[in-house]
């Protein structure tokens, strides 16, 4: 009877044992697939973070390219060119300027017309049927503006300058000599004869023959400046 009863005893513990054997297998298998999905996760993140990357990266090339389109129109050289200063201030041909920043650079005007091109309005100027033209008149200074038919932006097309303080962007301005003229301005050319003692005209022209300067000449000195573009 004892034996019997130690023998029972013995299968039980041996039972515990292997019960306690197969429950560890089974944790140790259940291990991988948890680690495997971690590392998935992971991976995950990872691809993400490539693609914002990328994202960033490809945003910043687009920014990088509008500003060369901007730096190129900036350099323009006709712009550069045929333009003059005032207060700091570079006010050029083809510049879009409504009044409120006319006013801003160069102060209320002494008088301002505005008209809009008709038919019948005794002008013949049949290509400019809905265009509106403005003129800021200052002392020593008028400017012109136009704006295609239903536009929002006016446009300088015509400058006029008389006064010694607007100059030039080679420092050029109204009572300089004619010498002075030629030597900052060498790609120019007198249309005349150009005698000291008699007016002509010294004209500088880009290659592009639509935006002109032109300094008219009276006694060997510089009596006027204009600047203009031919409308079409």
């Known amino acids: 009877m004892m034996n019997l009863t130690k023998k029972a ?10 019960t306690v054997a197969l429950t560890g297998c089974q944790s140790s298998d259940a291990t991988p697939p948890t680690t495997g999905q971690n590392t998935a996760n ?24 509008i500003k060369e389109g901007s730096m190129e129109k900036e350099g323009n050289v006709v712009l550069k060119e045929l333009a003059f200063v005032y207060n700091e201030h570079t006010i050029a041909i083809s510049d879009t300027a409504n009044e ?55 446009s300088i097309f015509h400058i ?23 030597n900052a301005y060498p790609e120019g050319k007198l249309l005349g004869d150009g005698a000291s003692n008699e007016e002509d005209d010294f004209r500088y022209e880009p290659s592009n023959y639509v935006d002109v300067m032109s300094f008219h000449i009276k006694d060997a000195k510089v009596e006027s400046i204009q600047i203009y573009s031919l409308l079409d």
């Open 9 to 18: 005893a013995g299968f039980i513990v041996l039972g515990a044992l292997l």
């Open 42 to 65: 992971e991976q995950s993140k990872g691809e993400g973070a490539t693609n914002a990357n990328a994202s960033e990266s490809s945003e910043e090339k687009g920014t990088e390219a």
């Open 100 to 154: 409120e920043q006319m006013e801003q650079m160069l102060g209320k005007p002494d008088n301002l017309k505005s008209h809009t091109y008709s038919a019948d309005d005794g002008t013949n100027m049949d290509t400019l049927i809905g265009f509106t033209e403005k003129v800021y008149t200052y002392p020593g200074l008028e400017i012109k503006t136009i704006s295609i038919p239903e536009g929002k932006q006016d």
């Open 160 to 182: 006029e300058i008389t006064d010694p303080k607007y100059t030039t962007v080679r420092n050029i301005k109204a009572g300089d000599s004619l010498d002075t003229l030629k």
